[in-house]
């Protein structure tokens, strides 16, 4: 007995070890990504950022000592003129001014102010911008005398001003750059005003460096906020279907309404996306919506983890930490922001208190052997340890950054795991009930008499379970179909410029893993053609889809060397490839040398059709994406490399999938399309035009197979040069 509770007891001590690991991996991993590795900060109204290279380490954040003036709305022509006077005091930003000591005065959040601060710069320095998040809670920005940025109505009267967040990127004008007699900087003057708020002041750092890259951080922002936003909310719908098919299952329910109110507040505070679709709604709506959606979170997990493990959270305290959010929930919607905002330091108790309780419970699940508790106690410590870093962060204790919505994503992501655990158990118990059935119908003709009451009530059930599963299965459609059209957003759906380009995508099912895309380049007229194709089918191939073209966006110069291109995806999509792998090709034509230069990572080798003759482009073709990484494929000698092929003016490209190419013959079962008839096809159709071209291949494939619909998905291009 003693050998057996000390190796229940290491067990359990090698589980907590490794959550703990993986929660500060969790806190730690995005904070730090965030941040510049070379922290420069403003010191007395001034920063120097002459030798500071944007090009190569991208924008930075204006932190430091801001020039404050209390009381004061000035303009770039008062500081001209002299009429602000002497700085009242030099700010941390960000900061909040409330608590700051002008003369023998301490400041409140309410009230209006100027911030000023120089920006010295090289006069290589060009192209430059602005990214600002939230004010509290209006401003204008001016940059060297030209107002660039405005939020809100800022006033020195509480009745004039108006509150608005909205972030933004801001383009500063080449000639506002001053580089006479040797000083080159901008003066940033922001006018801020707050009546609405318990805080008040510049409280997000400003990022300042090449506006290029400001948009592009701004689009990554937004695409991380969409990922977060549709994963959970497909979550939410998927648990609303299971909980209309067993309402018993309440703990669907109550993970169902957590993940959509999460999916609101994703889009509320992520680049506050609401606003940008939304601009008519009221500020004051916006702000209670956020902390409605942000105050109730402890009250439904509570729910939630209550009904997985009444044993462990009872009823009492469940109702006690519902009744407390319900509360806030009332005062939020009766009172206006500034006076809720109030409460925020004992809701921030109220979430730590609760959590904690919460977290205790689950961990006495843990100990108790409970199945799938220590997924949900792993979930629950990460949002929990999140929701701790943005307490701090937003109290101005730390500077990280928010990391609540990374906390969130990965205890919905566990939370729905331990559902889906549930939901198998069940059907393992459903199978043992079938086994059971079979044993008892060698005894069918004693016990039918006894049993057929019992079996209509049965088939009435099933009956009314499988009405149920069509509309789950409806409902699972229409996902599919908002699935495919966000796919095909992805797709380019117009060739570019004037070239001679045609191209066809067509998916075996709803959504597929075929993929295009054209790469354009900012200082040439070159084109980029990428190619891709990931292994399987359906939602989990355009997942991976989603992805490339994610680090494609990213991917910056690497676009412009096709080989360092697919070594930059090969590294990146590896570890979320799991069992797939994805074959790739890109080339860039040089419309100058009237070269391709390409890549291939284990794709169908383009076919060149020049002078009448056909040539497939198959030199230096390496393995597939997401199988090996770099180093491995160096070792093996597998490394991508580039080719250079030239092309004669008048040759055609034509770009495919092995979708096209593996078609079999209708009455042939090894005779395979792409072997013959398709070389065959694109010879006899080379004056055609691409669009024309490419719909003669698929009519011709149709009729190569006997049917209309393809057994895997198809793309072509066409590209004559």
Not at 265 to 284: D, K, M, T, Y
Request: with cysteine; aromatic share 12%; hydrophobic share 45%.
């Amino acid at each position: 007995m003693a050998i057996a509770i000390q190796t229940t007891w290491k067990g359990y001590v090698i589980k907590c070890i490794i959550f703990t690991i993986f929660a500060v991996i969790m806190l730690t991993v995005p904070a730090c990504a965030v941040k510049n590795s070379e922290k420069i900060s403003a010191q007395r109204g001034e920063i120097d950022l002459r030798s500071y290279n944007f090009e190569q380490k991208g924008a930075v954040a204006l932190d430091g000592q801001w020039e404050f003036y209390w009381g004061k709305l000035c303009t770039p022509d008062d500081f001209t003129r002299g009429a602000c006077g002497k700085t009242d005091s030099f700010v941390e930003v960000p900061g909040i001014w409330n608590d700051t000591k002008i003369g023998a005065a301490t400041l409140s959040g309410a009230g209006f102010a100027t911030y000023k601060l120089r920006v010295h710069v090289g006069c290589e320095a060009r192209k430059l911008g602005i990214k600002m998040l939230d004010v509290a809670t209006s401003y204008k920005l001016w940059v060297n005398g030209s107002l660039i940025a405005t939020n809100g109505t800022v006033s020195n009267d509480s009745q004039s001003a108006v509150p608005q967040y909205l972030p933004l990127v801001a383009s500063i004008p080449d000639n506002e750059v001053q580089c006479t007699t040797g000083e080159r900087y901008l003066d940033i003057v922001i006018q801020v005003s707050n009546y609405h708020h318990r805080k008040g002041g510049l409280w997000e750092s400003i990022r300042f460096g090449r506006y290029d890259q400001l948009a592009e951080m701004r689009e990554r922002g937004l695409l991380l906020a969409f990922f977060i936003a549709g994963a959970i909310i497909i979550m939410g719908m998927y648990h609303v279907g299971l909980y209309l098919l067993r309402k018993k299952e309440i703990a669907t329910l109550y993970f169902a309404v957590l993940a959509l109110m999460m999916s609101l507040r994703s889009f509320i505070i992520n680049e506050r996306i609401l606003v940008h679709w939304f601009p008519a709604v009221g500020w004051e709506f916006l702000a209670k919506m956020e902390y409605i959606t942000s105050f109730s979170v402890i009250a439904v997990i509570a729910l939630f983890v209550g009904a997985l493990y009444p044993s462990e959270l009872k009823k009492i305290p469940v109702r006690i930490i519902v009744a407390i959010g319900i509360a806030y929930a009332l005062l939020f919607i009766f009172f206006n922001l500034k006076t809720y905002s109030v409460l925020k330091p004992a809701y921030d108790v109220y979430v730590l208190l609760g959590g904690g309780y919460i977290i205790y419970c689950l961990t006495r699940a843990s100990f108790r052997n409970r199945k799938g508790a220590l997924i949900a106690l792993t979930g629950m410590s990460a949002f929990y340890l999140t929701g701790i870093n943005d307490v701090l962060y937003n109290a101005q204790i730390i500077n990280t950054t928010n990391l609540a919505p990374y906390g969130l994503f990965v205890f919905i992501f566990s939370q729905s795991h331990l559902l889906s655990m549930r939901f198998t158990g069940a059907l393992t118990a459903v199978e043992n009930m079938k086994e059971e059935l079979r044993d008892l119908n060698k005894n069918l003709e004693q016990k039918v008499l006894d049993r057929t009451e019992e079996l209509q009530a049965a088939f009435e059930e099933l009956e009314a379970v499988n009405e149920r599963l069509v509309e789950t299965q409806n409902l699972i459609l229409e996902e599919l179909e908002l699935a495919r059209r966000i796919q095909h957003q992805l797709i380019p759906r117009v060739p570019p410029g004037n070239l001679n380009i045609a191209a066809h995508y067509l998916p075996m099912e709803q959504v597929g893993g075929d993929f295009f895309d054209y790469i354009h380049f900012r200082d040439s007229d070159n084109i980029g053609i990428f190619m891709s194709d990931v292994s399987g089918h359906g939602v989990p191939a355009a997942l991976i889809t989603s992805m490339l073209k994610s680090f494609i966006l990213q991917a910056g110069a690497r676009k412009e060397n096709p080989a360092v291109m697919l070594e930059y995806l090969n590294d990146n999509i590896r570890i979320y490839s799991g069992d797939n792998f994805i074959t790739a090709f890109y080339g860039i034509f040089d419309f100058i040398k009237h070269t391709l230069m390409y890549c291939n990572a284990g794709h169908n080798p383009p076919i060149l059709l020049e002078n009448d003759s056909i040539v497939f482009l198959d030199a230096a073709k390496s393995i597939p994406l997401g199988i090996m990484e770099g180093s491995e494929l160096r070792l093996r000698g597998k490394e991508f490399r580039n080719c250079e092929r030239q092309v004669s003016p008048g040759g055609r490209l034509v770009f495919y999938t092995d979708g096209i190419a593996d078609i079999r013959k209708r009455d042939d079962g090894d005779a395979y399309y792409g072997d013959t008839e398709m070389l065959m096809l694109i010879r006899q159709n080379c004056g055609q035009k691409p669009a024309d071209f490419i719909e003669k291949i698929l009519a011709h494939a149709r009729a190569y197979q006997g049917r209309d619909s393809f057994d895997d998905d198809i793309c072509l291009i066409c590209f004559d040069v």
